[in-house]
C-alpha cells in the first residue's frame, strides 16, 4: 500500500514541479496516468482487504492514504480548471470513468475466459480418464473370456 500512496506522490510532485516551471498539462499526461494509476491500484487493495474475511489492517493508515491521495487529486482539479481549458476537468472525469468502464469490462472478460478455459482443462481431463478407464474394463473384461 505505501508503494502505490509513494508512486502516486512521485507523479504528483513531477506534475507540481512542471507546471510551477511553465510547461502545460499536456506534456505531463504521463505523470497524471501514474498518478491515477497508483490512486486506483491503492483504493483497489484497500477495498480488497477489507473484504477479505483475514483482514486485520491498520484503517487509520489506510484512511489518511487514501485522504493523502483524495487531496492530491482536488490539487490536480485545481491545476486543470486554472492551467486547462474550459471544462477541461469534467472532460477528464468522463474520461476516467469511461476508461475504468472498460477496464472492467476487459478483466471480466478475462476472467470468463480463463474459466472457459479451466472448464475446458477439467473437462478433457475427465474424459481421458473415463476412456482410459473404459479401455481397461474392456482389457480385462476380453481377457477374462480369453480373447487375449
Not at 511553465?22 to 477489507?50: C, H, M, Y
Request: charged share 30%; hydrophobic share 45%; with cysteine.
Amino acid at each position: 500500500m505505501l508503494a502505490e500512496l509513494a508512486a502516486a506522490n512521485a507523479a504528483f510532485g513531477v506534475i507540481k514541479q512542471a507546471i510551477s516551471n511553465g510547461r502545460d498539462i499536456a506534456s505531463v499526461g504521463s505523470q497524471i496516468a501514474k498518478f491515477v494509476d497508483g490512486k486506483e491500484t491503492l483504493q483497489r487493495k484497500v477495498s480488497d482487504k477489507k473484504n477479505s474475511p483475514f483482514y486485520r489492517g491498520n484503517d487509520f493508515e489506510e484512511f489518511m492514504a487514501l485522504e493523502a491521495i483524495k487531496e492530491k487529486e482536488e490539487e490536480l482539479k485545481q491545476i486543470m480548471i486554472i492551467m486547462g481549458r474550459p471544462g477541461l476537468w469534467n472532460d477528464w472525469q468522463k474520461f476516467q470513468a469511461e476508461a475504468r468502464k472498460a477496464r472492467l469490462e476487459a478483466q471480466e472478460a478475462a476472467e470468463r475466459k480463463r474459466q472457459q478455459i479451466i472448464e475446458i482443462a477439467v473437462l478433457s481431463i475427465a474424459c481421458i480418464v473415463g476412456l482410459s478407464i473404459l479401455a481397461i474394463v474392456i482389457y480385462f473384461g476380453m481377457k477374462r473370456r480369453g480373447m487375449f
